[in-house]
T-cell receptor
Framework: GQNIDQPTEMTATEGAIVQINCTYQ??????LFWYQQHAGEAPTFLSY????GLEEKGRFSSFLSRSKGYSYLLLKELQMKDSASYLC??????????????FGRGTQLTVWP | DSGVTQTPKHLITATGQRVTLRCSPR?????VYWYQQSLDQGLQFLIQ???????AKGNILERFSAQQFPDLHSELNLSSLELGDSALYFC??????????????FGPGTRLTVT
């Protein structure tokens, strides 16, 4: 089976930095994705890691340690619009036409003024 | 706007009925994925099609079926509906998978309510 864990809720204040952790145990590993989802809306792609290390993209960074089955999403200079659910997802399959994702339950982030 | 379209946006139906959800992937994307999102289960993978062929199955119930047509649009059929089938159903598409990044782009979803 696939097991992906992340905290249920987090809160932070505007302008601060927050780190959302994700641990995974999956049947295989071929990439880890972070998605942002506002209530009632579609998930939108934020970041992708397949090798160990940090990937930075503007205010968002994502880190991966494959040996530890661990990733985090770092959000800097928080804004009110960052209040959303953040979903960690693992792609377990290799192969050029296989891409299913297994998602964690999501971390609901609330940003306070 | 991800470029993935889904219809209808909302669907209300009764237990025991059958419904069809429709998805059009982004132009050029060959893979279509269906996911179910409910409050108690989170976002769960149902099934994937690639260029008309079924490629992977998740925890999809036998009452559910899907297909991808030659024009690459896909339909998810849900039959003998139960109250527990009430959920948001998302379709996603991606151009390639495997060695490339292959991120998925999600449609706006269909909210199904079974009464």
């Amino acid at each position: 089976g696939q097991n992906i864990d992340q905290p249920t809720e987090m809160t932070a204040t505007e302008g601060a930095i927050v780190q959302i952790n994700c641990t995974y145990q999956t049947s295989g590993f071929n990439g880890l994705f972070w998605y942002q989802q506002h209530a009632g809306e579609a998930p939108t792609f934020l970041s992708y890691n397949v090798l160990d290390g940090l990937e930075e993209k503007g205010r968002f960074s994502s880190f991966l340690s494959r040996s530890k089955g661990y990733s985090y999403l770092l959000l800097k200079e928080l804004q009110m619009k960052d209040s959303a659910s953040y979903l960690c997802a693992v792609r377990p399959d290799r192969g050029s036409t296989l891409g299913r994702l297994y998602f964690g339950r999501g971390t609901q982030l609330t940003v306070w003024p | 706007d991800s470029g993935v379209t889904q219809t209808p946006k909302h669907l209300i139906t009764a237990t025991g009925q059958r419904v069809t959800l429709r998805c059009s992937p982004r132009s050029g994307d060959l893979s279509v994925y269906w996911y179910q999102q409910s409050l108690d289960q989170g976002l769960q993978f149902l099934i994937q099609y690639y260029n008309g062929e079924e490629r992977a199955k998740g925890n999809i119930l036998e009452r559910f079926s899907a297909q991808q047509f030659p024009d690459l649009h896909s339909e998810l059929n849900l039959s003998s509906l139960e109250l527990g089938d009430s959920a948001l159903y998302f379709c996603a598409s991606s151009p390639r998978t495997g060695g490339e990044r292959g991120e998925q782009y999600f449609g706006p979803g269909t909210r199904l309510t079974v009464t």
